[in-house]
């Protein structure tokens, strides 16, 4: 084991066929979690210093090559700038008629570049949550990454006003070991990391050692992982070679035929929680939203439905199913 690449052992088995009882609060059968991924203006750009500019998940990343030596592509930056300019706004005001939040996972940078948004999506109650430092950019080594992710601190806090952020992450990187270099920082800054959404492993929460404690020593209260999705992620609409949606119905499909299993099985004593990724600039176009506002109002007229953010989902289960009580699951199996 070194430094640079702790990850717990590989755990196929899970909770199994042994489902919680009363998993969510008042009996809910399903926690359905929206996420917000904020990513525009931290991305790959000579604007931001450099060198190529961004070549995926805008419009036209199917034909359009990054432009190298420094040279801004405003094409690129125009499809990243309605994300704030006109997404942002739409979205906004669609979870406000629910009086719904979500939880912002938030490339630093991108907060800088917002002018008012950072302090109302405080003042909305929103979860500010962290996405790294710049977007698909978290370093090749632990060192860097560690100064990428105080970076990450400085800037979500100077943008909000808020001292206790981020308490959540989702990177989704496996080039180095970003949990491990979170658990060091979040030390160091002394903000409880309250959970890690970097897995796609479960459509539960379940606990991991605390990489620190694993690989320093020390006390192991663990690391809460709370699981995300790529099938309920509206980059579906900029997927290729068939494992993509166009049409705003065929996302629609999706998100109901996830939400309905779920909730079958919620309604059969095993409830389980649900994510729906959103982008600025991918869900919020005009016709894609009206994907997003059938389901919401799908939802809305179903029973026992926990509409809340990630940070609510890991204070429920730190109090009724703490690290000292239950531990790794793959503990229990011997692995």
């Known amino acids: 084991m070194t430094t640079q690449y702790w990850l717990p052992p590989r755990d196929y088995v899970g909770y199994g066929l042994k489902q919680e009882k009363e998993l969510w609060p008042g009996g809910k059968k399903i926690a359905v979690s929206f996420v917000l991924n904020y990513e525009e203006g931290a ?15 805008h419009e036209l990343h199917y034909d359009r090559k990054a432009t190298t030596g420094g040279k801004r592509d405003g094409l690129v930056e125009d499809m990243f700038e309605y994300g704030i ?47 790294g430092n710049r977007w698909r950019i ?9 100064a990428h992710i105080h970076k990450s601190f400085d800037r979500l806090q100077a943008a ?33 990391l309250v959970y890690c959404s970097d897995t ?21 209260k663990g690391m809460l992982m709370i699981p995300y999705s790529l099938c309920t992620n509206d980059h ?39 994510t729906i990724a959103m982008h600025n ?3 919020c176009k ?7 506002k059938r389901f919401m109002a799908y939802i809305a007229a179903k029973e026992d439905v926990w509409v809340c953010t990630r940070r609510e989902i890991a204070a429920f289960w730190r109090e009724k199913y703490p690290y000292e009580v239950v531990g790794p699951t793959y503990k229990h199996l011997g692995l």
């Open 286 to 292: 005009p016709g894609r939203i009206m994907a997003l």
């Open 160 to 192: 909000t006003g808020l001292t206790d952020v981020p308490t959540g992450w989702f990177v989704g990187t496996g080039t180095i070991s970003m949990k491990l270099a979170r658990a060091e920082v979040h030390k160091e800054r002394g903000v409880p």
């Open 281 to 283: 600039r991918f869900v």
């Open 85 to 131: 300019r006109q997404g942002l706004p739409r979205l906004i005001k669609l979870f406000r008629k629910y009086g719904w939040k979500w939880t912002t996972w938030t490339c630093a940078r991108a907060f800088e570049t917002s002018g008012p948004y950072p302090k109302m999506l405080v003042d909305d109650g929103h979860e500010i949550a962290c996405h």
């Open 43 to 57: 991305e790959h750009t000579p604007w931001n210093g450099d060198e190529t500019s961004c070549d995926s998940l």
């Open 138 to 146: 978290h370093g090749d080594n632990l060192a860097e990454a560690k």
């Open 200 to 220: 796609y492993a479960s459509d539960e929460p379940y606990w991991i050692p605390d990489p620190a404690a694993e690989v320093h020593g020390g006390e192991d």
């Open 236 to 274: 579906r609409f900029f997927v290729a070679s068939g494992a993509g949606v166009s049409a705003p119905d065929d996302w629609f499909e999706m998100l109901k035929a996830e939400f309905d299993q779920l909730y079958a099985e919620g309604e059969a004593g095993a409830p389980k929680m649900m």
